[in-house]
């Protein structure tokens, strides 16, 4: 007997793959997730329309609602594995030992700059994108989008401790270094180039150094 549609579909869910009634598989899901992601992340999530979603991925649109719901529900599955692939990079750099906050600045900083010089990815950063088009978001996505960041921001902030930043000053640092951080991934969107990047982050690593020492040594 025949297997049904919907037999297909639930075959999918299990093993990740779609698959015909041969055992061929039809399409990798990892991989049109991975290309969704690009897509929101080039176009942001209001001009991320279902026909460049379709084309971006190769999917049908009965194939890309069966596999990942709607467009809300994709985008989040979409910022979810941005998040996996690079928050990681961060928590790596940050890791330290740093013998300062400088150090603290250029080590999370350099992360944001290796992602913008990548080719094989759109410019500027998916999450940046999400927050300046927050008002498109539902509620669910937007509080994703704010969690992500308030992560990045407690991740920094302890970082800032642990290289001899007291608790104001480590707060202040981390805000000012997320800010720098979504400010290059505008600035590569607007065309500035990458040794004008790297002139950013090397000023905003100057900076906290000797502010910092100098609030300690008073």
């Not at 080039?42 to 991925?57: F, K, Q, V």
């Not at 330290?96 to 010089?117: D, E, W």
């Not at 410019?123 to 008002?135: E, F, I, K, R, V």
Request: aromatic content about 8%.
């Amino acid at each position: 007997m025949e297997r049904s549609v919907q037999d297909l579909w639930n075959d999918r869910f299990k093993t990740g793959t779609l698959t015909t009634m041969a055992g061929r598989k039809q399409f990798d899901v990892d991989e049109a997730l991975r290309r969704a992601m690009h897509v929101f992340w080039r176009w942001g999530y209001s001009e991320a329309s279902i026909d460049r979603l379709t084309e971006g991925t190769g999917l049908g649109r009965s194939s890309l609602y069966g596999t990942f719901g709607d467009k809300s529900t994709l985008f989040r599955k979409s910022l979810q594995r941005y998040a996996q692939t690079y928050h990681p990079l961060y928590d790596q750099a940050l890791s330290g030992p740093h013998p300062s906050p400088s150090a603290v600045v250029a080590a999370y900083l350099q992360v944001t700059l290796n992602r913008i010089a990548d080719p094989t990815v759109p410019d500027g950063c998916l999450l940046t994108m999400s927050a300046a088009q927050l008002p498109a978001l539902d509620a669910e996505s937007q509080a994703m989008v704010r969690a992500m960041i308030d992560g990045l921001r407690a991740m920094l902030t302890q970082s800032f401790r642990a290289a001899g930043a007291d608790e104001q000053a480590a707060a202040e640092l981390a805000l000012c270094t997320l800010a720098t951080n979504k400010s290059l991934a505008v600035l590569s969107r607007a065309g500035f180039s990458g040794d004008d990047l790297a002139t950013v982050a090397a000023a905003a690593a100057r900076t906290p150094g000797s502010g910092v020492e100098q609030a300690a040594v008073a």
